[in-house]
């Protein structure tokens, strides 16, 4: 089994780590001759589905394994993924092999840089890690001549599981019904921002409630809406405070009649469209975890959400590919939504 690599963005991967680690401590990663997958499955919560492109962060791609299609499965943490890449933000190179170390299997961080730091980050990264089972060998640096310039070499070592496929093969999407309303979202920073001040609003008003409330026990509940005629309603309702935001003239995109089963007509947006712009699909989803969940904006792209009425939020997150700008990785978002 061999896995190694050169990081061609370590800017974008590390937005991309950031990301999925505020929805989850661990992540399966399934990597094989032609994707990345990143999958997160908390026990409540938002479920991530990355699928990305080699091209898109990865260069130099070599990968080995007896399993089709060269599949290497893996369970990683995901925040010493990130600090690693942190500290790799400014390198010259960085490469990422599988290996082990003193028997334990390891995601091997490799960097080149010209400029030789305190050490402050990673060393508070590992100083801080109470149960890294590598100790000193977690962290190596050695310095090379190259003319008038010195290059330091940089190894992080990120403890990891190797999978067998069998205890894999169960992982599946979710199945959610057809989509009422499907929307290309505004900005996600701007969302995010007026998505976090409701869910402060909403909290700061039910803590002031008084006991007698019912709040410090209650998550924020935003309830988002979208309709077949560009519209997007973002609104939370307290006994304190009722407040919305709506946009108007975003893009509804048509659906493929490839991959509509039983045709366009029969679809439920199609009928939603048809009822006009005073029909809207809702969801009501939990404000914290959708401010989690809006923070993959750091990334751009187009995010399409699709709205299961009452049931679930569905975002769709497409990266341009690194070579010509084709939307082709996707990361996907499911949000449960709350009863009425």
Not at 32 to 38: E, H, L, N, Q, S
Not at 91 to 105: F, H, M
Not at 235 to 249: C, E, K, P, Q, Y
Not at 256 to 273: A, I, M, W
């Amino acid at each position: 089994m061999r896995f190694k690599t050169s990081i061609r963005n370590i800017q974008t991967f590390s937005k991309l780590t950031a990301s999925l680690s505020s929805l989850g401590k661990v992540a399966w990663v399934r990597l094989d001759d032609d994707t990345v997958r990143f999958t997160i499955i908390p026990e409540t919560g938002t479920q991530v589905w990355a699928s990305l492109l080699i091209d898109s962060i990865f260069e130099d791609y070599t990968i080995q394994s007896a399993a089709p299609n060269n599949t290497i499965n893996l369970e990683l943490p995901l925040t010493p993924l990130h600090r690693a890449l942190k500290s790799a933000i400014n390198a010259s190179s960085a490469s990422i092999r599988l290996t082990k170390r003193e028997g334990v299997p390891v995601l091997s961080l490799t960097i080149i840089t010209n400029t030789i730091s305190s050490g402050n980050s990673a060393n508070g990264f590992l100083n801080g890690a109470n149960q890294d089972p590598f100790g000193d060998n977690a962290f190596r640096e050695e310095h090379l001549d190259a003319g008038k310039d010195r290059e330091a070499i940089i190894t992080q070592d990120i403890p990891v599981r190797v999978l067998t496929a069998d205890s894999v093969e169960g992982i599946h999407e979710p199945r959610v019904r057809e989509p009422d309303a499907h929307i290309i979202l505004p900005s996600l920073i701007q969302l995010k921002a007026i998505s976090d001040r409701f869910t402060k609003l909403a909290m700061a008003t039910s803590t002031s409630a008084g006991r007698g409330g019912t709040a410090g026990n209650n998550v924020p509940k935003l309830e988002l809406a979208a309709n077949m005629h560009g519209g997007l309603k973002l609104s939370i309702s307290t006994d304190a405070l009722n407040i919305s935001s709506v946009w108007t003239g975003l893009t509804n995109p048509e659906l493929d009649p490839r991959q509509v089963e039983d045709g366009v007509e029969e679809h439920p947006s199609t009928k939603l469209k048809a009822a006009g712009p005073d029909a809207w699909s809702t969801v009501r989803i939990d404000g914290r975890d959708w401010g989690k969940v809006l923070s993959v904006g750091r990334l751009g792209g187009r995010v399409i959400a699709c709205f299961a009425n009452d049931n679930a939020l569905i975002l769709y997150v497409y990266l341009s590919n690194y070579e010509d700008g084709t939307d082709e990785s996707v990361l996907t978002y499911y949000i449960s939504s709350f009863s009425v």
